[in-house]
Nanobody, 123 residues
Framework: QVQLIESGGGLVQAGDSLRLSCAASGRSFTNYAMAWFRQAPGKEREFVGGILWSVGSTYYADSVKGRFTISRDNAKNTMYLQMNSLKPEDTAVYYC????????????????WGQGTQVTVSS
């Protein structure tokens, strides 16, 4: 059974950095994509970025490009989201998700989700 566990969220000030982790278990993710989504209060869940597990190719939403970096550690089966230059509008619950195949910025195509971790950025 696939399990995804996010960690690393917290309360930071604008301009600070934070690194989120997503520990994955339950299968090999060689042919899978893993992604980060976020959901702010009263808003729909939105794509942040993703990575092709096998080759490490990354993709980002325009809103975070240049500030956020996704990476993975194959040995630990863990994906990371390094967030720099955080803004109050980055405040949300951040989720990791996985699907067989490529990275897609669509919530509905992801089969497995973590429980989420709260990121709050104060101004």
């Amino acid at each position: 059974q696939v399990q995804l566990i996010e960690s690393g969220g917290g309360l930071v000030q604008a301009g600070d950095s934070l690194r989120l982790s997503c520990a994955a278990s339950g299968r090999s993710f060689t042919n899978y994509a893993m992604a980060w989504f976020r959901q702010a209060p009263g808003k729909e869940r939105e794509f942040v970025g993703g990575i092709l597990w096998s080759v490490g190719s990354t993709y980002y939403a325009d809103s975070v490009k240049g500030r956020f970096t996704i990476s993975r550690d194959n040995a630990k089966n863990t994906m990371y989201l390094q967030m720099n230059s955080l803004k109050p509008e980055d405040t949300a619950v951040y989720y990791c998700a996985t699907r067989y195949g490529g990275v897609r910025p669509v919530v509905a195509v992801y089969d497995y989700w973590g429980q989420g971790t709260q990121v709050t950025v104060s101004s």
